[in-house]
């Protein structure tokens, strides 16, 4: 038995994905969107942040090569770059520079236009999946509420499409809390934290020597001390993309000459300066937003089957932790794997994918709202800050990933690969325990912000 029609609202990334993932259990999958979708790489309307720096973790390349074998290889031969994030790109934490690890991580730099277009191309391609343009305007359901029986959209004929599941991935602006409320359901509560970043990011091109020997990039981010910051990332065909980030309203400038300024502000001034070296090939594009928001769809006392939510429209998180795409990769992985358990019944789907979505949700939305929490001026609603006590914890362990590559890899392996096992292994819990215990501080020479960290340690 299969399931006939499932459709996706929104082609996003998280709609995109979710299109290959309902493909490979349903005869007929359609996409709606309220864009043109061109044929190139061109920024989306609907993507207001589409030109800002985007990583794509290495938990979230595995999901999407799941669902769409030697995707990877598609964005290298689009030129795409892929290096080692902790032995390539400087990072430098507010005790210091991370150790440099080598045969660790490797991610795909990328511009989002160009990952949206292999995407889009590759998903389109499913002889099973057609996209059409319009707008989402609500639900239908059933007589007496219990299913999502399809959706009305405006521009489409007849102006609804009949599903047996609907998939909303229309992002942080979903209207699907309120569509749920007009079926006699409660919308879900929300969290918020809210540290007002804002980014401004341009590509450039570096001649020969502007960036140090051996790097292929130098990340300094804000922190709570620290308001200002950016990071210098390849992007591909020999271009790299240049962020300047700002917390707590200190957004960064539009203009070019007043970015670079900016920039010399950011925790280590090699930033402005290696900028100042390069050729502007894309002019500076802003983005501002509150924070980090999620939509708790897993604590509902009731929900209708035939209706998923996913993407930003679960969990939307500042941008500076690279986190979105990867959530949005791990929830389409799910959602096929609940829909090949299904055995062509939607009954149950909806609760057994948000449930089993919610503990990555938890970690991603945690991670970041935790240490926006602790930039001035912070705002919370429904959310109950970290004790600063586990703070300063957790900053002895940013401490000794100064300097020892096993601490350094599992902080990053936290992060890259949302695994935070790394961390509870015997031997990396004794080194931060005993920089704890001691008070130890980083080398300072690996706390000068004008000197890179020379020593690359092997990957254990």
């Known amino acids: 038995m299969s399931l006939s029609h499932a459709v996706v609202l929104g082609a996003s990334v998280a709609g ?7 493909s490979k259990s349903f005869d007929t999958v359609t996409i709606v969107e309220r864009d043109q ?12 942040q589409g030109s800002q720096v985007h990583q794509l973790m290495p938990a979230g390349l595995t999901r999407i090569e799941e669902l769409l074998p030697g995707f990877g290889d598609e964005l290298l031969e689009q030129g795409c770059e892929r290096y080692e994030i902790d032995r390539d790109v400087a990072v430098l934490y507010p005790l210091g520079w991370a150790a440099r690890v080598a045969g660790g991580m490797e991610v795909i730099g990328f511009l989002r236009p160009t990952f949206e277009w292999v995407l889009r191309r590759r998903v389109l391609a499913l002889p099973n999946v057609r996209a059409v343009r319009g707008i989402a305007t609500g639900l239908l359901a059933g007589a007496d509420g219990t299913a999502v029986t399809g959706v009305t ?21 979903s209207k699907a809390p309120n569509w749920l409320g007009e079926l006699g359901y409660t919308p879900p509560a929300e969290q918020h934290v809210r540290s007002y970043p804002g980014y401004a990011t341009m590509v450039v091109r570096f001649p ?32 790299h993309v240049v962020a300047a980030m700002g917390m707590s309203k200190n957004y960064p400038p539009a203009g070019h000459t007043e970015l670079l300024d ?39 006392d009731r929900r209708p089957e035939g209706f998923v939510v996913i993407g930003d429209a679960v969990a ?13 990769a791990i929830g389409a992985a799910l959602l096929a794997q609940v829909l090949a358990s299904a055995d062509g019944s939607i009954t149950g789907v909806a609760e057994k994918f948000t449930a089993e979505l919610a503990p990555w949700t938890d970690y991603a939305f945690a991670m970041a709202a935790d240490t926006d929490s602790f930039f001035p001026g912070a ?15 957790e900053a002895f362990a940013v401490a000794a990933a100064t300097t020892d590559p096993a601490v350094a890899q599992a902080m990053r392996r936290a992060a890259y690969y949302m695994d935070p096992s790394g961390l509870q292994e015997p031997a990396v819990r004794q080194t931060i325990a005993e920089w704890a215990s001691t008070g130890r501080q980083p080398d300072p020479s690996l706390t000068d912000p004008n000197d890179l960290p020379s020593t690359i340690h092997n990957a254990g």
């Open 153 to 173: 959209v405006t521009g489409v004929d007849g102006e609804k499409l009949d599903a047996d599941l609907v998939i909303d991935a229309t992002g942080r602006g």
């Open 208 to 239: 020969e020597g502007a960036l140090p020997d051996g790097f292929r990039g130098i990340a300094a981010t804000p922190n709570p001390r620290h308001l200002k910051g950016g990071a210098i990332l390849p992007c591909g065909n020999g271009q």
């Open 16 to 22: 995109l994905l979710s299109a290959a993932a309902s």
């Open 262 to 300: 900016y920039l010399d502000e950011a925790p280590s001034p090699l930033l402005g300066r290696a900028v100042r070296a390069a050729e502007l090939i894309v002019e500076p594009g802003t983005y501002r937003m509150p924070g980090n928001q999620r939509r708790l769809w897993e604590r509902l």
């Open 37 to 48: 979708l061109s044929d190139d790489t061109a920024t989306r309307r609907g993507v207001p």
């Open 316 to 328: 939307a998180f500042n941008p500076v932790y690279g986190q979105g795409m990867t959530i949005a």
């Open 379 to 393: 705002e919370f609603v429904n959310y109950t800050p970290p004790d600063p006590k586990a703070a300063a914890g």
